[in-house]
């Protein structure tokens, strides 16, 4: 569970992607923003949040180091994005953290702020969990072809660290045999985004079959 007042000013990560719930990333972090925002994080236990650039970069250039960031202010995003929780976490240098982590709860933000180090935090209000919905008998062979996905991985000696999907799996879920596939497919970052903040997790499901289809993935 979140804690809400941790929510009022929520550290922000524009990334060019989409988190989903469930889904796992891996960030190597290098800038000071970020290495201050994940050292609080570890040490409290709070998440961040993952939002989508629609305009800007990830890593400030060096004009943007001055003024208190006067660049990365250019950043725009998307107001809805997902909870990250740090599950792993190391130092292999000075400078560089490497982290883990996992998608938790959807959230949209409102007023944002842009703090004098360039982070970004926002107030943040928790969208409700998808709710759990078992995959209907026509959309059976999306969740199977997922999983034959999982077995050609372990098959090609994927370890389970360097698996793109993670444990525990529920493939007789209609949102998170979706949000899965989202992290698999190649497509617009628009587009994944609307999947992502879709709150009909069956209609996610069936917007990703269609997608499967279309890019002649057998299901």
Known sequence: MTDTHALDALPLFPLELV???????PLRIFEVRYLDMVSQCEKTGAPFGV???TRGNEVRTAAGDLAGGAKTSQA???PVGTLARITQ??????????????????FEVGQTELLKHGLWTGRAKLLRDDQSVPIPEDLLPVASALARVLDTLKAQGVTPEQMPIQPPYALHDCAWVANRWCDLLPMALAQKHRLMT???PLL????????????????
Do not use: K
């Open 19 to 25: 988190l989903f719930p469930g889904g796992f990333l």
């Open 76 to 78: 725009v995003f998307h």
């Open 204 to 219: 996610r499901l069936e917007l990703v079959s269609d997608l499967l289809e279309r890019n002649g993935i057998a299901t």
């Open 89 to 106: 976490l190391s130092r292999p240098q000075p400078g560089l953290i490497m982290i883990s982590c996992t998608g938790a709860q959807r």
């Open 51 to 53: 939002v989508t650039l």
């Open 198 to 200: 879709l709150d009909n």
